[in-house]
T-cell receptor
């Protein structure tokens, strides 16, 4: 069983479109995250949720909106996609602020 | 905020030992992690240090000096499969901040 799974794995879309990435973890962890890894491989935190409550919101445009329906799921919706949004988005989870377990990543390409 | 510095690239030979350094400046410290990331894959956990000293796990060891804001990852008996990016990450008050990673290339 995959511990942290995210879909889709690849996403190619046009500028201006809206898209969503879904993430689920079956580890029973209390905290989930979204990280963005750009073309230079820099991994940067975007959001963090603890038991469905937003606890970290880094400097991310309002076009990005996370949603956590329950503590096992954290989805990311992106409005009005821009070229600079092209990146790999990683979902991750942890328990008691311990090590992160990452999903396989979702590679978003905006044309 | 957090400032994490590690070399961009390193090269080494199969069977050798390599040390990847990481220096950090942080407003809060609750531990330092090392992750390995192969091209096109997710980062995977290698080690965690919260107290000063050396943690050994098989061919990999990690060292921490909190007073110096310094850590290193030591890889012994290098194998070709160790070619990857190695990410140093510092846990502050509430989040894990990653360095830009060190790309290690192991050659035969």
């Amino acid at each position: 069983d995959t511990a942290v799974s995210q879909t889709p794995k690849y996403l190619v879309t046009q500028m201006g479109n809206d898209k969503s990435i879904k993430c689920e973890q079956n580890l029973g962890h209390d905290t989930m995250y979204w990280y963005k890894q750009d073309s230079k491989k820099f991994l940067k935190i975007m959001f963090s949720y603890n038991n469905k409550e937003l606890i970290i919101n880094e400097t991310v445009p309002n076009r990005f909106s996370p949603k956590s329906p329950d503590k096992a799921h954290l989805n990311l919706h992106i409005n009005s996609l821009e070229l600079g949004d092209s990146a790999v988005y990683f979902c991750a989870s942890s328990q008691d602020a311990g090590e992160l377990f990452f999903g396989e990543g979702s590679r978003l390409t905006v044309l | 905020g957090q400032n994490i510095d590690q070399p961009t690239e390193m090269t080494a030979t199969e069977g050798a030992i390599v040390q990847i350094n990481c220096t950090y400046q942080t407003s809060g410290f609750n531990g330092l992690f090392w992750y390995q990331q192969h091209a096109g894959e997710a980062p995977t956990f290698l080690s965690y240090n919260v107290l000063d000293g050396l943690e050994e796990k098989g061919r990999f060891s990690s060292f921490l000096s909190r007073s110096k804001g310094y850590s290193y990852l030591l890889l012994k008996e290098l194998q070709m499969k160790d070619s990857a990016s190695y990410l140093c990450a510092v846990k502050g008050y509430s989040t894990l901040t990653f360095g830009k990673g060190t790309m290690l290339l192991v050659s035969p």
